[in-house]
């Protein structure tokens, strides 16, 4: 079974900057897509960004600018830059990684307001 396990959620200021990142306990480059989803307190998990193989990245519209989705294949290890961070984006975010759909356990993101 593969683990997916996250980290560098935190407490932040709105207007402030986190980085988070994924671990695989396999090589990354068996995925052929990896994503963030976010789940917000009584909202439904929603897709934040993706990234495939050939680097192609595809965002949400409420990110679009102020993240960036990126893999290290050497590390195992995808990441994702927030900026400007917003109370909007409080939430527990989530990496997954297909095939098949491996989900990691999340990492808490408040932004205080």
């Known amino acids: 079974q593969v683990q997916l396990v996250e980290s560098g959620g935190d407490l932040v200021q709105t207007g402030g900057s986190l980085r988070l990142s994924c671990v695989a306990s396999?090589?990354?480059?068996?995925?052929?897509?990896m994503a963030w989803y976010r789940q917000a307190p009584g909202k439904q998990r929603e897709l934040v960004a993706s990234i495939n193989l050939s680097d192609m990245k595809n965002y949400a519209d409420s990110v679009e600018g102020r993240f960036t989705i990126s893999r290290d294949n050497a590390k195992n290890t995808l990441y994702l830059q927030m900026n400007s961070l917003q109370f909007e984006d409080t939430a527990v975010y989530l990496c997954r990684a297909w095939p098949p759909g491996y989900w990691g356990q999340g990492t808490q993101v408040t932004v205080s307001s």
């Open positions: 396999q090589s990354i480059s068996s995925f052929s897509v």
